[in-house]
């Protein structure tokens, strides 16, 4: 799973932030950007195109392609990945892989996308999950 194999990144960011008093954590600032635009800046060389699922507009400034929910009341982040994959199918038939990532983590690995291309290619799937916390990257 390399760029060049066409694979689009989900940066799920459409979730109500009632733990955090509603505010739009992925729009929160970190060392001046906001928390999605790290995100989005380690992602960008991993994946050949970026899509956000979110419920809002404040996501229209990054120049990517934007997806709301189509299920209402906000269900949860399924809804995202079934918006983000209902984009893709609609607009990028040639993806070989999508990879889904929470809007509100910005320091996913450098090494995201390969780490899961070989827990795939492992197991013999066509999905794969890992876990990065802790991993010191």
């Not at 928390?35 to 400034?61: C, E, F, W």
Request: aromatic share 6%; hydrophobic share 45%.
């Amino acid at each position: 799973m390399d760029p060049d194999e066409n694979v689009v990144g989900l940066v799920l960011a459409g979730g109500r932030s009632s733990r955090m008093g509603g505010c739009d954590k992925c729009l929160q600032p970190l060392v001046g950007k906001p928390m999605v635009a790290h995100v989005i800046a380690r992602l960008r060389p991993q994946v050949s195109k970026i899509v956000i699922s979110a419920n809002t507009d404040g996501y229209a400034g990054f120049g990517l392609p934007v997806v709301a929910d189509s299920l209402p009341g906000f269900p949860g982040p399924l809804a995202g990945v079934e918006a983000g994959l209902s984009w893709v199918a609609a607009n990028s038939r040639s993806v070989a892989w999508a990879v889904t990532v929470p809007g509100d983590t910005p320091f996913i690995p450098d090494d995201l996308v390969r780490r899961l291309a070989e827990a795939a290619r492992a197991a013999g799937t066509m999905a794969a999950c890992t876990r990065w916390w802790g991993s010191g990257r």
